[in-house]
């Protein structure tokens, strides 16, 4: 029986994140889960990566979250009746959804210098946690959370291979989620890809490269997927489940 997708996608703003997680619901019918800043990239039509112009399909469901209330009404219905009714939910994006309750328990929305005491920021994460332990833990629904990158000198790793000077780089490119929370989550993953472009402004190319540096995930052996252009769950889900 095919695996379902269960894991992360990261990368910089402009990588086609949004418009890959689309493709899901050419698989099956999908659950989307978009905060205020990320939904106008799957409500509305052409998105950051052009050879994606694509209609949502097979009736998938569009929710727009402003609140983590909102988020977990949909792990109850998932469980409950939506048990079935759906083959796939994304999240899009995590980093958003963090950012957004930091924001809903301090009352403020400059979030990057509201301080949350130890208890409510530990509270968020059990929130997060939570709701990926159950999405992960569905059989056979594919579960994909969206995340942005950054980029991280913490590691013994070398950094990413750039073609451009033939040497490695002297960081590592993370999903954009605080670290511990991103290693949290990871744990119940399978899946992390790595979304990026390349080439000139006139002449651009989208890809996904699979990837566990920086961040522990279930995913165990070499990694299946070096580098895909142009990527559709489709395809990923062919590579992921070829024996």
């Known amino acids: 029986m095919a695996r379902p997708f269960k894991g992360i996608i990261h990368g910089d703003t402009g990588t086609g994140k949004s418009e890959l997680s689309k493709t899901l619901s050419y698989v099956c019918r999908t659950l989307y889960l978009c905060f205020d ?11 950051a990566a052009p050879h994606i112009e694509l ?15 909102q988020i977990r009404e949909a792990r109850n219905w998932l469980l409950g009746k939506g048990k079935g009714v759906v083959g796939g939910v994304v999240l899009d994006s995590i980093g958003q959804g963090v950012s957004s309750r930091r924001v809903e328990v301090s ?5 990057h210098i509201v301080k949350v005491k130890n208890y409510t920021w530990g509270q968020i994460k059990e929130e997060y946690r939570l709701f990926t332990d159950c999405v992960m833990r569905i059989p056979d629904l594919h579960a994909l959370l969206i995340a942005g990158s950054r980029r991280t000198a913490d590691s013994i790793e070398p950094g990413p291979f750039d073609p451009d000077t033939n040497q490695y780089r002297n960081y590592t490119i993370v999903p954009a989620i605080e670290t511990g929370l991103r290693d949290e989550i990871g744990y119940y993953c399978t899946d992390m890809g790595y979304c990026y472009k390349a080439g000139s402004r006139s002449d651009v ?17 070499p990694n299946k997927i070096i580098d895909m252009e142009n990527p559709t769950f489709e395809k990923i889900l062919a590579v992921i489940n070829k024996e």
């Open 107 to 111: 009352g403020s929305n400059i979030d």
């Open 37 to 47: 800043m990320s939904a106008p990239h799957v409500l509305q039509g052409r998105g």
């Open 205 to 221: 190319h989208y890809f996904i490269t699979f990837s566990r540096v920086g961040i522990d995930t279930k995913l165990t052996g």
């Open 55 to 69: 209609p949502i399909q097979n009736d998938s469901i569009i929710r727009e979250i402003t609140s983590f209330e």
